[in-house]
């Protein structure tokens, strides 16, 4: 776990021996940052606390100039959920994939720009839950990759959603790719087909966290390649 500072050059470091940082997590409690890279031949950009145009016009020049989105943190800057910064990381489109990110979305909002994407052929490869003083606002980023998917969305009992995860990984040979939990108010979780590749890189927060002596971190990548998972002790 490091600092915003540590995390960049770090990035920096690695970015010269030909990596580039694939996934990342945000202790908002902390303020720490750790991450996944990964050298497999693309670049990427990292941006930290950006506002909400500098999101924006982020967004607008990747997606005009070659790069998509494949991980979007978000995290409020005062005690009363009411300013928030931005975070994401993008990579190169070599493979020309439309794509799509949305935020600030409420529950019913987000859960029409799902269905909707999803008829134009769209894949929810990453999304955020997070608290707002108007209740909680979803994040997510959309990609047409032709890959089959499936979401499990506003579980507020453990047993039916575990049951419904399981029933998907038996019957429609679906996997768990993502998931978020919002402590008394929701569940939800992402999965695409077990014999699809990931399009995504994936770094999972630690468990247990702060860990003595020992903790599980788990991240996936999209094809067999050279990774560096980097841990500090600061």
Known sequence: ALSAADFLNVNGTLFQQGFHLADFEFDIRAKLYSGVWVQDGYGSFVGFDFTTA?????????????????????YATNSNN???AYSAVWVENREGYDWSA??????????SLIESAAQAGF???DYETYKTSQGPRFAGIWVADGEDWALLLNYDNRTAFEADVQSLESSDDLRPVSFEVFTGELSTAVAEQTTATISSYELSQNYPNPFNPET??????????QAQLVIYDL
């Open 54 to 74: 500098q999101m924006s016009e982020a967004m607008a020049y990747y997606y005009n100039n070659g790069g998509r989105p494949i991980d979007l943190h978000i």
């Open 82 to 84: 009411t300013a928030f």
């Open 123 to 125: 894949r929810l490869i």
């Open 216 to 225: 599980t971190i788990r991240y996936a990548l999209p094809s067999r390649a």
């Open 102 to 111: 949305a935020w600030d979305q409420p529950g019913p909002q987000f859960q």
